[in-house]
T-cell receptor, first 115, second 113 residues
Framework: GENVEQHPSTLSVQEGDSAVIKCTYSDSASNYFPWYKQELGKRPQLIIDIRSNVGEKKDQRIAVTLNKTAKHFSLHITETQPEDSAVYFCAAPFYRRGTASKLTFGTGTRLQVTL | KAGVTQTPRYLIKTRGQQVTLSCSPISGHRSVSWYQQTPGQGLQFLFEYFSETQRNKGNFPGRFSGRQFSNSRSEMNVSTLELGDSALYLC????????????FGPGTRLTVL
């Protein structure tokens, strides 16, 4: 299959708290897992990605963890700030006949950081 | 490097009409993917082009079609527009594969009346 499930669909946290968004994928051949951030009225932009040869990757306040056995990966944002408010999308490549030719996106998580 | 550009940015059409949207990828990028974005549905994959060939297609009716030119610019066409086609249409370019980093354009907002 080519499903990517993403939870939760909405998330509200107070400034300074942590936020966690989780995704599961179905294609065991998937080996690349990007996360995109889309601010209101703007285009999605890549914020972090991870490949299957590592279990965790960090970039300042954001980190992504990957569990290939369970086929799930998560985005962690620490010390959240109002500018983190946006919709976040996870994605995974879908393989057909041994070739990855498209990214399948999750349905998105609307993160609201309140003061 | 200039980013991905899309034209037009906004379109208003009526049911039954057809529409053509254009996408210019980042220079050197050969893969162009198209997505439909509607509230609550996330990013739905339409198709991907590479070297003027459609490599993959999503689950959309045949009214949705596309093509890519030798300079990697891509167009998508929607014929016999329906109200449900109202959406933001995003294109994204990447170097060679859809699983390389994808750079999105600003989108074309299509409204069907």
């Amino acid at each position: 299959g080519e499903n990517v499930e993403q939870h939760p669909s909405t998330l509200s946290v107070q400034e300074g708290d942590s936020a966690v968004i989780k995704c599961t994928y179905s294609d065991s051949a998937s080996n690349y897992f990007p996360w995109y951030k889309q601010e209101l009225g703007k285009r999605p932009q890549l914020i972090i990605d991870i490949r299957s040869n590592v279990g965790e990757k960090k970039d300042q306040r954001i980190a992504v963890t990957l569990n290939k056995t369970a086929k799930h990966f998560s985005l962690h944002i620490t010390e959240t700030q109002p500018e983190d408010s946006a919709v976040y999308f996870c994605a995974a490549p879908f393989y057909r006949r041994g070739t990855a030719s498209k990214l399948t996106f999750g349905t998105g998580t609307r993160l609201q950081v309140t003061l | 490097k200039a980013g991905v550009t899309q034209t037009p940015r906004y379109l208003i059409k009526t049911r039954g009409q057809q529409v053509t949207l254009s996408c210019s990828p980042i220079s050197g990028h050969r893969s162009v993917s198209w997505y439909q974005q509607t509230p609550g549905q996330g990013l739905q994959f339409l198709f991907e082009y590479f070297s003027e060939t459609q490599r993959n297609k999503g689950n959309f009716p045949g009214r949705f079609s596309g093509r890519q030119f030798s300079n990697s610019r891509s167009e998508m066409n929607v014929s016999t527009l329906e109200l449900g086609d109202s959406a933001l249409y995003l294109c994204a370019s990447s170097l060679e594969r859809a699983y390389n980093e994808q750079f999105f354009g600003p989108g074309t907002r299509l409204t069907v009346l």
